[in-house]
């Protein structure tokens, strides 16, 4: 059974800091993407940050270029977000995925097959 374990998350205030982690287990991963999306309250689910397999490729969504970093360690099966300059817009819960299809990165939900529980971001102003 594959499973997404976030961790990180929690109350910052704007211009801060955060990392978040997730680790994957349950099987092979090499080849696949690896994402971040968020969600905020009343809104729909966004792409953050997508990386290849390879590391080669990586996305950005334009409201966190240059402030978030996504990194990963295929060893370990995790991937990180470094959360820069933190804004109050930044607030949701970020969900951590593995994409769909191998060699493929996406930055659209439904290219990606599983997902984390979720872990609270909130940034105060």
């Known amino acids: 059974q594959v499973q997404l374990a976030e961790s990180g998350g929690g109350w910052v205030q704007a211009g801060g800091s955060l990392r978040l982690s997730c680790a994957a287990s349950?099987?092979?991963?090499?080849?696949?993407?690896m994402g971040w999306f968020r969600q905020a309250p009343g809104k729909e689910r966004e792409f953050v940050a997508a990386?290849?397999?390879?590391?080669?490729?990586?996305y950005y969504a334009d409201s966190v270029k240059g402030r978030f970093t996504i990194s990963r360690d295929n060893a370990k099966n995790t991937v990180y977000l470094q959360m820069n300059s933190l804004k109050p817009e930044d607030t949701a819960v970020y969900y951590c995925?593995?994409?769909?299809?191998?060699?493929?990165?996406?930055?659209?939900?439904?290219?990606?097959?599983?997902w984390g529980q979720g872990t609270q971001v909130t940034v105060s102003s």
């Open positions: 995925a593995v994409g769909k299809s191998p060699y493929v990165t996406g930055r659209r939900p439904y290219e990606y097959e599983y």
């Open positions: 349950g099987r092979t991963f090499t080849g696949y993407s």
């Open positions: 990386q290849s397999w390879s590391g080669l490729t990586t």
